[in-house]
């Protein structure tokens, strides 16, 4: 029989993937070799020029890379943290479950500019309430103006919206989790530290590593908060790379060096990403 | 004796009776103060034209600023002449690439679309110039030279007049003109308290007005408000501190650049002492000022949260407004001047006074080369800036339509439909006006990828701000940049577009 009508069949899934994909990429690699920017529009080939500028002359987009992976580990760990606790305690038989359940899940509902802006009016040094109940106690953060602790309330902003994803997918996994390891080590008399340590936390470790690398790729993007709550300072002090690339690109219309910046970007998050799963994999899957 | 003239007649046909109760200010209460005021562009003449069937697709600031000012008029156009009118609203910082993207890949899919001021060089290859209909017009003859140089490149306008910018210095008159309090400040401090001439007074009278409750309202009021957020509009307000130390009358060719050489300025002694002062400034705004945009300034003034303030109109109009804590207890004056200025030639300071006003950009509207109703995108354009329009517009601080007409320039104008105290009025208008007369302007920085320039400011100022660098090598930091994007963009195409600007600063054009 001739099966080669079946390749048809594979035409539009190819052309969506082509389309979403691999177009998009191609065309990136093909703008950062050019000099596209505001006075000179158009796809003029300039080689590697871009790209030995980046490496070379660039020391703002490395700075904005590692407070990038500080801004992004350190907030995927909290949210861990905090999202798998949170899970742990709806997880068990509580009263009003239902209504926690929902409630933990409302801030990733809202729409992340919004409430952004809502928590840069909390964090207003001379007209926010949140200054304003801390002067009982004679102190008043510099939340957004000091270059350290402006770090810390961006950090406090996406723990807040993106906690919810990990209680999400943590629950998800604890739901779904075998009874029988648990009845086990009740009739082992184990503790419910022990009972954590030993059975739910090595049972959830598949999840956890999946949630974690979900998360790190999307706190790798954070942007909307830092442009609103700081637009990256004072001075650069909360700059990120896509907040960067954004000012390059978006503001002062350097697109051929910006896409350098951008594929630049997605292959060190490839490599990164992939070495952080893997050293996962291997710390928490070890047995 | 042309700008008298001018703003006699304005002031007759604003203040006749007859101008008052129209049949136009019945259907559009909009300009229920002035009537419909006769002109090229008024409402008896547009309600002549008809552009039925056809469509003016605008994009424009959001809202209020500007959007609505565009909006509002968009919707008596459509009244008056029966086109259909789409206005996109657009956030500031999107307003540049919203147009350029489309612009380079040589679509129009706006007609019209609004910007700043500075954006001229990017984009006047894709705007139509103004018809010579309109540049022949009275409403256009009565546009102040500066403003006419602001939206012209080089003789040719390309963007059409609707507002005028300019940053001044906004304080607190019931303070500062309080006898009680100018003997407390003589006795503390054994100096004047005054009007500052100088960035120096400046600051002692701001660090002096800190933190204390002065008005007697139950809070503490502050110093000063500034626009300190970094690429929140900063550059300008590094500018308008910069330009006493460095814009010297007596070195003409070149504020930001040598235009012999193209060396940058911009870390020359001048500026270095202007940043030098703003860090110390720090010490004296208010909780988070040091990360105040234009809105968190103007709420900040407007709502008698400081002494001083400078930037644009809107602080000022805004502490103006009826419903304002400080309405006719604010005056204006220009920007404060130093005791001494850079001398770029001879590489030294003078120790004579110096002050120079900064026509910062604002905001600038143009129609789309490519556009297939131009005419109809003109008529709105003159509509929207017509006498009864401008006039409303004015008294309407959330609209952010300045003056920009010498008509403008009259007192009676704020005293008589705004309410405004005549002393505060003559002050207001007089600062402006003195603004306009003066030879020692700085214009803003027009050349090809202004934005990378003035990215760099605000992005070595913000480090000195922020305590990261020292203000000599945030600025050091600046000009190394400022050369490197120089020599991308190509030194004779910084060099030729900058040399427009030089013409206005050094009054030859």
Redesign the interface.
Known sequence: MNFKHKYFFLFPGLFVLIGILIFPIIFVVRLSLS?W???N??LDYIGLENYIRLFT?DP?FWESFFRLSFLSVTTVILQYVIGFALAHMVWKDIKFKRFFRVLFLVPMMTTPVIMTVIWRTFF?????PV?DLLSVFGV?P????D?VIAKFTVIIVEVWQWTPFMFLLLLAGLLSLPKEPFLAAAIDGASPVRKFIYVTFPLMAPISIGAIIIRLIEASKIMDTVYVL????????TETSSFYIF?KG?????MGYAASMSFTYLIIMIISLTIIAKVLTKVLLKE | MKTCLTAIISSLMIFSPMAYADKWSDQFPHIKATGDIPGDCSYEKMSKKNYKGKTLKINTHAIPVMGEPTALHAEQFEKLTGAKVEVTHTPAGDLYSKAMVPFQAGQAPYDVVFGFSNFINDWKRYLAPVPKKYMNSPEMKDVTKSHMGVSSWDGTMYQYPVDGDRHYLKYRKDVIDNPEMQKKYKADTGNELRVPRTWKEYAQMAKYFNDWDWDGDGEKEYGSAEVMKKDDLMFAAFFSRSVAYAKNPRTPGGFFFDLETMKPNINNPGFVEALTDWVEATKYVPPGGTNFGLGDEIGSFGGGQTLFSFSWDDAFIAAMQDDSPIKNKVGAAPLPGADRVWNRVSNSWENQYNQAPYIVWGWAVGVAKKSKVKDMAFDYLCFFSNGANHQADLAIGRFGVNPFKNSDFDPNIYINSMGWDPEIANSYTQTLLDMEKSNNRVFPLRVPGVFEFTSAVATGTSKALAGQLSPQEALDEVAKEWEAIVSRVGKKAVQDAYAVGVKMEDNKL
């Open positions: 000099g920017n505001s006075y529009p158009g002359d703002r207003h040094e001379s007209l926010g200054n008043a510099k939340w957004l103006t270059p700081t637009s990256g300072g004072p001075g650069t002090s000012i978006l503001r002062e219309f350097q």
